[in-house]
């Protein structure tokens, strides 16, 4: 029996906040991105195996980690600021 199994990177943008840059000191859009690692079988995902939270410069591309609670707060606060606007 032939078993095709691995795992999926997925990567999806929570949302888009704009800050100055800690590596180019560029006022820049930056992704809150949600990086999930999902086990799959036959190219199915199953489950979720790692999730991880960075947020990354439209400007010059560094990446900070984040963690969930940060993301979290991050989507959140910008969905707020998004109404009031
Ligand atoms: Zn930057």
């Known amino acids: 029996?032939?078993?095709?199994?691995?795992?999926?990177p997925r990567e999806r943008v929570l949302t888009t906040?704009?800050?100055v840059c800690e590596y180019c000191r560029?006022?820049?859009?930056q992704d809150v991105v949600e990086s999930a690692t999902r086990f799959s079988a036959?190219?199915?995902?199953?489950?979720t195996v790692?999730?991880?939270?960075?947020?990354?410069?439209?400007?010059c591309g560094g990446t900070t980690e984040l963690?969930?609670?940060?993301?979290?707060?991050?989507?959140e606060w910008a969905a707020r600021n998004?109404?009031?606007?």
């Open 1 to 8: 029996m032939l078993l095709i199994f691995g795992a999926m």
């Open 17 to 19: 906040v704009t800050f």
């Open 26 to 29: 560029t006022p820049a859009t």
């Open 42 to 47: 036959f190219f199915i995902p199953l489950f």
């Open 50 to 59: 790692s999730r991880r939270y960075f947020v990354a410069c439209s400007h």
């Open 67 to 75: 963690t969930a609670e940060q993301a979290t707060h991050a989507a």
């Open 82 to 85: 998004r109404q009031m606007s």
